[in-house]
C-alpha cells in the first residue's frame, strides 16, 4: 500500500506512529526533539527519517501544542477520566502509570491490506478512536486524521516476540497526540501470526474494547453492521447537562457515601513485599486461568437458583477469599461498573470510556455463603441505584486525611453477559493469548470475563508491590473456592476456604 502524496502532517504523524509502537516517546523541550527510547529501539531507517524530518516534527509538536493549550473545540474529561489523568502523576502512590490495557490474538493467517482497511473504517466510525486526551487535562475529538498505518514484524525467535510484549504491555501513551491505541501484526518466519492491540483505557474502557474487537472482525470479514448514529463526544457533553438536571439524585447519593465511608472497613491488608509508597516502577503482572464450561454453566444456574447475578457470587468469594489472607477479615474493595447513561438510543452500542466506581465491604463472622451472597447482592443493588454518583468523589470523602495515598488499591471488575455470551467475539480461527491491565493507584485488579462462553478469572497485580510465591497461593485458595462453590449442594451453609 502506498501513497500517492503525503503532506508533511502526514508524514509527522506517521513517523510519530511508528514511534509510539516502539515505546519511543517524542517532544519538543527549550526548541529541541528531545525522545526517549527503549535499548536498541532508535536505529537504522527511523533514525534516519528522524534527522531527514527534525523540523517539520519540532514544528508539527510544537503547533499541536499551541492548539492543545488553548482549543474552543476541546471538551472537560469525565470524572473517571480526571482520576486516570491525574493517577499518572509520580506523586501519588502508585502513580507513574496510565490506565492501559493490551491484548494478543493469535490466528492461523490473516490479509493484512484487508485488516487494515477494516481498522481505519472502524476509526472513522467511532470518535472515541480519534480522541486525544490533551496536556492540559481535556478532550479533542479529531474530525479526520491521517491513515492508520498497521506495523508489521517478522521475527525469528519467540525471544523477539517476547521483548515486543514486554514493550508495548505497559506503554505510556503521550498527552497530546494521535493515536492513543497500538494495534500491529507479527509472525513467526512468515507464521503463527498475532494481533497486538493496546489502548489508554482514557479512551475506551473494557466493555468498549470488546465492541472494537468484535465489529473491527465484522468488518473485516465484510459482514453487515448497523453504525450508530451518536458519538462519545455527543455523550460527554450531554452528561454533563444530565448530571446538573439530576442535581437531586446527586444530594441524596452524596448523603448516602457520607454516611457509609464513616463505617467502611480498610481495604484488605495482604503482605507486600515493598510498601506502596516505594514503589517506583509501577509494573504489572498476571495470574489467569479458566473455569470450564459445565463448571460455568453451573455457577450460572446456581446463581439463578438463589436470584443472584453471578458477579454478586465471584465478588463474594474474591472478597472471602482475601479475607482469609488479610490481617484485617474485614474489608472493602473497589468495584468497576460500566454506566452508560440512557442519554440516546444507540448509546449501547458507542465506543468510550464509561467507566465508574463503587465500594463493596465484607464482613467475615460466621455466615452462611448465601447469606454473604446476598450481602454483596444488597450492596451491588445500591449501587446501580446511585450510579450516576461519580466513584472518584466516594474515594476522595475516603482520602481527606491521607492525600496522595492509594486508598482501595484492590479491585474487582466483572465483564459478565452470562448465557447470552457473544460466541462470535473472534473468527473461529482466532484465540486470546494473553492480555494484561493497568490502572493508576491499584495493586491488585480481579477481571472476570466469559467473552467465549466459559469465565476467564485473572489477577493483575503491581509485580513490585506481591511476591508471586506469596499472592500465588492466595489466587489458588480463591480457585478451589471457586470449585467449591459450584460443587456444593446447597449455598445455604457454611463454605470456607482452605490456606
Known sequence: ?????????????????????????????????????????????LLVQLKAAKEKLIQYLMIQNEMYCDDENSIPLTPIQKAYYIGRNSDYELGSVSAHYYLELMCTDINLERFQKAVNIIIQKFDALRNVILPNGRQKFKDKVSEYIIRTSDF?????RTQLRKELSHYIFPYGIWPMFDIQVSSLKGEDFRLHISFDCLILDAWSAKMMVTNLFQVYQCSEIEWPNYTFQEYCLAEKIYRQEHAEQYKEADEYWEKRVLTLPEAPQLKVYTDFSQIRINRFERLSSYLSEDETKCLYEKSRKYRLTPAAVICTAYMKTLS?????????????????????????????????????????????????????????????????????????KLAKKQPGKAIMPVVFTGVLQGQTANLDYLPQDMCELYAISQTPQVALDYQVTDFTGNISINWDYVAEAFINQDLKPVYQSHIELLKTIIKAETWDTEINISN
Request: hydrophobic share 30%; aromatic share 8%.
Open 1 to 45: 500500500m502506498s501513497d500517492v502524496r503525503i503532506t508533511d502532517v502526514q508524514l509527522c504523524e506517521r513517523i510519530i506512529q511508528h514511534c509510539q509502537a516502539l515505546n519511543i516517546q517524542l517532544w519538543v523541550e527549550t526548541g529541541k526533539l528531545r525522545y526517549r527510547a527503549p535499548h536498541g529501539a532508535l536505529r537504522g531507517d
Open 156 to 160: 525469528h525467535s519467540e525471544d523477539q
Open 324 to 396: 482469609g489472607y488479610s490481617r484485617s477479615h474485614d474489608l472493602t474493595i473497589n468495584i468497576t461498573l460500566y454506566n452508560r447513561l440512557p442519554l440516546n438510543e444507540d448509546v449501547q452500542r458507542i465506543l468510550g470510556d464509561f467507566t465508574n466506581n463503587g465500594l463493596v465491604t465484607y464482613e467475615s463472622y460466621g455466615k452462611k455463603f448465601l447469606q454473604e451472597v446476598q450481602s454483596t447482592q444488597k450492596q451491588m443493588w445500591d449501587l446501580v441505584k446511585y450510579r450516576n454518583y461519580p466513584g472518584v468523589d466516594i474515594l476522595k
